[in-house]
Nanobody, 128 residues
Framework: QVHLLESGGGSVQAGGSLRLRCQHFGVIGGNYYMGWFRQTLDNERVGVSAIYLNRDIVHYAEAVKGRFTVSQDKAAPKNVIYLQMSSVHVEDAGMYFC???????????????????WGQGTRVDVSS
C-alpha cells in the first residue's frame, strides 16, 4: 500500500520561496505519475504540477510555469519529490496535496481525478 507524507508548508511573503516535500512509502514498481494539487476555498483540488517518476517528465499549470519546479530526489531510494515554489503569489496560498496515480497512467497528469493515493496535505499561507 502506497502512502504519502507531505511537509514543508508554512507562511511566506509574496515574492518569496518555499519548498514542499512529499515522501512516498510502499512504492511498487516506482514508475508512475505523482502530482501536486492546491485546494481552493471551494474545496476544489487544482493541479499545480506533476512528475513521472524516474523519467524526468514534468507538467505545470500555466499559472505556475517559470515559478515552480517539481523534482524527484536523485539519491536512493528516490522516494521523495519536491515542489520548489518561487516568486510566490498571494493566490498560490492554500492546502497543497501530494498524490500518486498508481493504477493507470493519467490521460491528464494535472487532473485530480486521475490520482488514487493522496497525502494529508500541507498548508501554504502567503502574505502580501
Amino acid at each position: 500500500q502506497v502512502h504519502l507524507l507531505e511537509s514543508g508548508g508554512g507562511s511566506v511573503q509574496a515574492g518569496g520561496s518555499l519548498r514542499l516535500r512529499c515522501q512516498h512509502f510502499g512504492v511498487i514498481g516506482g514508475n508512475y505519475y505523482m502530482g501536486w494539487f492546491r485546494q481552493t476555498l471551494d474545496n476544489e483540488r487544482v493541479g499545480v504540477s506533476a512528475i513521472y517518476l524516474n523519467r524526468d517528465i514534468v507538467h505545470y499549470a500555466e499559472a505556475v510555469k517559470g515559478r515552480f519546479t517539481v523534482s524527484q530526489d536523485k539519491a536512493a531510494p528516490k522516494n521523495v519529490i519536491y515542489l520548489q515554489m518561487s516568486s510566490v503569489h498571494v493566490e498560490d496560498a492554500g492546502m497543497y496535496f501530494c498524490a500518486a496515480a498508481t493504477i493507470t497512467g493519467p490521460v491528464d497528469p494535472l487532473s485530480p481525478d486521475e490520482y488514487d493515493i493522496w497525502g494529508q496535505g500541507t498548508r501554504v499561507d502567503v502574505s502580501s
